[in-house]
């Protein structure tokens, strides 16, 4: 590996991320992972597919990739005044 290459890997290990939980059952349902700073904002909110509830209204400023936590796949996403929201399906 080129050292450009070794100093990229690093840089990632060190970006924020978050996990989006239930605000009911607390289930971790997204993994939300900073790929770059940035002005723009966004919200997010998650639907639970374990109890029918719904994350914590989830507010990033930046750009994030999202990963369904382990076990996890997005079935649906819309968007509505900004906030998108996520509808998760259970895989496993
Ligand atoms: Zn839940």
């Known amino acids: 590996m080129s050292e450009e290459a070794e100093a990229k890997k690093v840089k990632v290990e060190m970006l ?3 996990e ?12 939300m992972l900073k790929i770059a700073e940035s002005e723009e904002k966004q919200r997010l909110l998650v ?3 374990f109890c029918g ?4 209204l989830f507010e990033m400023s930046g750009k994030y990739f999202q990963a ?13 005044n900004g906030t998108f929201i996520l509808d998760m399906e259970i895989t496993e």
């Open 20 to 31: 989006v939980k239930c605000g009911d059952c607390d289930k971790t349902l997204v993994m």
């Open 68 to 80: 369904p936590a382990e076990g996890l796949g997005l079935s649906k996403m819309d968007e509505n």
């Open 47 to 49: 639907n639970c597919p």
């Open 53 to 56: 509830g719904q994350s914590w």
């Open 16 to 18: 924020d991320h978050h």
